[in-house]
């Protein structure tokens, strides 16, 4: 239960422990660093984790504290934090990145504590989703612009390797048994195989037909993916290094204009996939922040207080 101090008992409204907000700008700060380290160094589920946690104590941070001088400190050096694994892709991308940010949290932390000063009770829902789209917008457009165009439109092997991994159930259920670091040649068979078994004519061969039948047919889809890819394909070599020199050689041959073009679809893409989602992203975090926010009340690291207020309105006399 929260205790509601009496107006003649009541603190002036503010920061009365100085202490309690390095606190809690230093917690957030180091979720930003560790979760944005996490995401660095391609560790996806971890970081994703992290960032929620982030997400969550940034929130948190936003209701409890008061004075814009301490938001905007915190909210700077938050973004401090979570833009410095990304230091090694510096350039002018990586600038107007870290802008964006930093000023969409800072926004998002102005709105809700001046939505928060227009309430007579506070709405806890409404200033954790109107915290939560700017915080969750600024986090998605500075990772999608920093990855994508200060990496010059460029992947690596461990980036496709990771994706490739995490979307191999995905791709099971299309080719069954696929292993990203399987024979290119091997697992064309495999599917070209499995499409044949369905065939009666293929059924009724011999076994050497059918693996001549095979081995034609593999041949034939290497050539319709050379021709339509414009890479030759290695049939000794893994997916995911067929896979990686595809995609190397396309975006090395996108002109400046044209990577620049291609790198704001995506992240329109990823803004609106996120957008669209939102309703499920905006629930758990609520919830997150509910615990937190509730748990600092019980143990009287906050408090909540009534005021007085006087209001200037204007009639006819």
């Known amino acids: 239960m929260i205790n509601i101090q009496s107006e003649e008992k009541q603190e002036k409204r503010g920061i009365n422990a100085p202490s309690k907000f390095?606190?809690?700008?230093?917690?957030?700060?180091?979720?930003?660093?560790?979760?944005?380290?996490?995401?660095?160094?391609?560790?996806?589920?971890?970081?994703?984790?992290?960032l929620v946690l982030f997400l969550t104590v940034f929130i948190v941070n936003v209701l409890l504290v008061y004075t814009k001088q301490h938001i905007t400190i915190g909210v700077a050096a938050n973004s401090v934090a979570?833009?410095?694994?990304?230091?090694?892709?510096?350039?002018?991308?990586?600038?107007i990145g870290f802008a964006i940010l930093f000023f969409l949290l800072l926004g998002g932390a102005y709105r809700a504590r001046s939505d928060m000063d227009n309430m007579v009770k506070i709405k806890f829902a409404h200033l954790v989703r109107v915290i939560s789209r700017s915080a969750i917008t600024a986090v998605l457009v500075f990772l999608s612009v920093v990855v994508i165009l200060s990496s010059n439109f460029s992947v690596s092997r461990g980036s496709i390797d990771?994706?490739?991994?995490?979307?191999?159930?995905?791709?099971?259920?299309?080719?069954?048994?696929?292993?990203?670091?399987?024979n290119t040649g091997e697992l064309l068979a495999d599917f070209v195989e499995a499409k044949l078994e369905k065939d009666q004519n293929y059924i009724s061969l011999p076994l050497r037909e059918r693996n001549l039948v095979i081995a034609e047919q593999v041949d034939a889809l290497i050539g319709r993916i050379e021709e339509s890819t414009g890479v030759a394909i290695n049939p000794e070599g893994s997916v995911s290094e067929n896979l990686y020199e595809i995609i190397d050689?396309?975006?090395?041959?996108?002109?400046?204009?044209?990577?620049?073009y291609w790198s704001a679809l995506l992240i329109a893409i990823l803004w609106l996939s996120v957008q669209s989602v939102g309703f499920v992203i905006h629930i758990p975090l609520a919830a997150l922040v509910f615990l937190i926010y509730e748990f600092l009340?019980?143990?009287?690291?906050?408090?909540?207080?009534?005021?007085?207020?006087?209001?200037e309105v204007i009639s006819l006399k």
Request: aromatic share 14%.
């Open 249 to 260: 050689t396309k975006l090395s041959s996108l002109t400046p204009k044209m990577q620049l």
């Open 297 to 311: 009340f019980a143990v009287k690291f906050a408090t909540l207080q009534m005021e007085t207020r006087s209001k």
């Open 22 to 50: 390095y606190v809690l700008a230093g917690v957030t700060t180091l979720l930003g660093f560790v979760s944005s380290f996490s995401l660095s160094r391609g560790l996806y589920a971890q970081g994703a984790i992290l």
């Open 162 to 182: 990771r994706v490739l991994e995490i979307s191999s159930p995905v791709i099971d259920r299309f080719i069954n048994g696929f292993n990203s670091n399987a």
């Open 82 to 95: 979570f833009a410095i694994p990304f230091l090694g892709l510096f350039s002018l991308y990586f600038v």
